[in-house]
């Protein structure tokens, strides 16, 4: 799926940091924990990273000897860029499916790697109310195959939700979709 954005963006590094980045915002790294994940030496992911500070897509903060990077929400593109991310690694599919098939659902959380911007191939994802396990089964089969990627899911219901929230707090999660409260 990143091969949508090779098209458009020839440096890897820089559509790695998009990725990371632009997936949940709320993330923050430094220099050599991206070169680490990425498998790439500190100097190619240093000069990507000045190109996309100076062109404000990053912000930069330092943290004691380290700098720490994350996605601008300030920048006019920011929208964009977030949402043509979301499409490249399938979510927006994912959602739109479960939402509009699966029973009564509450909410859904992305969980683990994807929650901190890392493609790893496994889509970890938490739903929290009454879902049609046999249609989320031929949902994720289905979805697998288009976003070439892997879909895990818990399903819980609003107690076991509320027991799990503890644990959910010490992992990556982002929030994706919550249903609208009524009145």
């Known amino acids: 799926m990143e091969d949508l954005f090779t098209g458009l963006i020839s440096s890897k590094t820089r559509i790695k940091l998009l990725m990371k980045f632009f997936f949940n915002p709320k993330t923050s790294s430094y220099l050599r924990e991206l070169a680490t994940e990425f498998n790439l030496s500190t100097n190619s992911v240093r000069e990507e990273l000045n190109q996309m500070t100076r062109t404000g897509f990053l912000t930069s903060e330092k943290n004691g000897r380290q700098v720490h990077y994350s996605a601008n929400p300030?920048?006019?593109?920011?929208?964009?860029?977030?949402?043509?991310?979301?499409?490249?690694?399938?979510?927006?599919?994912?959602?739109?499916?479960?939402?509009?098939r699966l029973g009564e659902l509450e909410k859904a959380y992305l969980i683990d790697?994807?929650?901190?911007?890392?493609?790893?191939?496994?889509?970890?994802?938490?739903?929290?109310?009454?879902?049609?396990?046999?249609?989320?089964?031929?949902?994720?089969?289905?979805?697998?195959?288009?976003?070439?990627?892997?879909?895990?899911?818990?399903?819980?219901?609003?107690?076991?939700?509320?027991?799990?929230?503890?644990?959910?707090?010490?992992?990556?999660?982002?929030?994706?979709?919550?249903?609208?409260?009524?009145g």
Request: charge should be positive; hydrophobic fraction near 35%.
């Open 74 to 100: 300030k920048h006019p593109l920011f929208p964009e860029l977030k949402s043509m991310v979301g499409k490249i690694m399938g979510i927006d599919q994912v959602i739109d499916g479960i939402v509009s």
């Open 113 to 182: 790697d994807y929650a901190s911007g890392k493609d790893t191939g496994i889509v970890d994802l938490v739903l929290i109310g009454e879902v049609n396990q046999y249609q989320l089964n031929d949902l994720s089969r289905k979805t697998e195959r288009y976003i070439k990627r892997k879909i895990r899911t818990l399903v819980l219901n609003r107690e076991e939700f509320y027991n799990f929230e503890k644990e959910l707090k010490n992992r990556p999660s982002l929030l994706i979709w919550e249903a609208k409260k009524e």
